[in-house]
């Protein structure tokens, strides 16, 4: 059995334009302050990392591990959430996620999703070049406006949807194998890659592709009420980054799932600080344990209460007391009695 790495921390929800968060060595000397072991980090900022230099130059790559190091962490991974989206975008959305982009592709769609492919590229050779073996990212949707069966959706719609997500990631995911890189979708609303049956779909138009994986994250899941623990069992194998977020859910009378357009505070599901919610972490730690997981734990903050200094303080030591270092015997080998074929035939009486 492995014993997964952490913790980490994912850095997109703390980075912001004062010290120390304006910097990937501050923020590195900041997260090892905290307990932290290595950071995830987004590709979009340059303060952070320069994603195309990066794709170009293992020299650049060396340097920038070193210069983390120095400061007490690693690199655990690189996020594409913000570029994956913008791989797959339906019309509706259009406006809201051109802020995700560049200002000069604004209401251009094809100028667009050909950036965001390109992006996603090059976090796969940065990848490399820095020595990680998985990405997080987003799928992006073409078919979530359709998401609830009314209107009545046309035949073949949800078919032809798929088809063209499979078409446009098939090259990135390509690449990620070129690169020796596994692409984990994080598995979250708002993206056609959103639970279990989803993903299953997309995975066989892109042929069972060995790079098509990923991150688990069950925060989305019990806001869902989808079952998180019997998922691991069945993707268990196809599981290579993790995400450790808490979250509620408390339906009432009046909303429930769909939550009535009501901001998070007030909705019956929410993100919470780790410990604050309602997910069983202790045995997903132990399901991670049994299927020999050897990722890194990494702290996701959203939370529509605390503060996100204390969730990550309190995270880093959440997440370390539930890391389950596993074990190299069997618990009863005390009573072992020794075995061989002929002992095993002469017990059974053959």
């Not at 997260?31 to 130059?57: C, M, T, Y």
């Not at 992006?119 to 609830?148: D, I």
Request: proline residues 5%.
């Amino acid at each position: 059995m492995k014993t997964l790495k952490g913790p980490a921390i994912f850095l997109a929800q703390f980075m912001a334009d004062e010290d120390p968060f304006d910097n990937i060595e501050a923020m590195s000397r900041w997260a090892s302050r905290l307990g932290f072991k290595g950071i995830q980090v987004p590709i979009g900022n340059a303060a952070f990392i320069d994603v195309a230099k990066a794709a170009e130059s293992k020299g650049y790559c060396d340097d920038l591990n070193g210069r983390v190091a120095e400061c007490g962490v690693e690199i655990t991974e690189l996020s594409t959430h913000l570029e994956g989206q913008l791989v797959a975008v339906h019309p509706a959305y259009d406006r809201l996620f051109d802020g995700f982009a560049p200002e000069r592709l604004h209401n251009n769609p094809a100028a667009r999703t050909e950036w965001a492919t390109r992006q996603v590229k090059l976090a796969a050779k940065a990848s490399q070049n820095l020595g990680l073996t998985a990405h997080v990212t987003f799928s992006g949707a073409l078919l979530w406006p359709m998401m609830y069966p009314w209107p009545q959706r046309p035949p073949g719609l949800v078919d032809v949807g798929f088809e063209e997500l499979a078409r446009r990631w098939r090259p990135i995911l390509d690449a990620f194998e070129d690169a020796g890189v596994d692409c984990c979708y994080e598995i979250h609303p708002g993206e056609d890659l959103h639970d279990g049956v989803t993903f299953e779909r997309f995975l066989a138009e892109v042929d069972d592709h060995p790079r098509a994986n990923i991150l688990y994250d069950p925060s989305h899941f019990i806001l869902q009420q989808l079952d998180y623990l019997a998922f691991i069992d069945h993707y268990h194998e196809r599981i290579r980054m993790f995400h450790v977020k808490d979250a509620e859910f408390n339906p009432n009378g009046r909303a429930g799932v769909y939550g009535g357009y009501q901001d998070w505070v007030d909705r019956p599901g929410r993100f919470r600080s780790l410990g604050d919610g309602q997910i069983d972490f202790r045995s997903i730690f132990s399901k991670f344990a049994a299927y020999d997981f050897d990722g890194w734990a990494v702290l996701e903050w959203e939370c529509c209460l605390k503060h996100q200094e204390d969730g990550a303080r309190e995270g880093a030591e959440f997440i370390r007391d539930h890391i389950i270092r596993v074990t190299d015997k069997a618990f009863d080998d005390f009573a072992s009695s020794g075995a061989d074929e002929a002992t095993n035939r002469a017990v059974l009486g053959i």
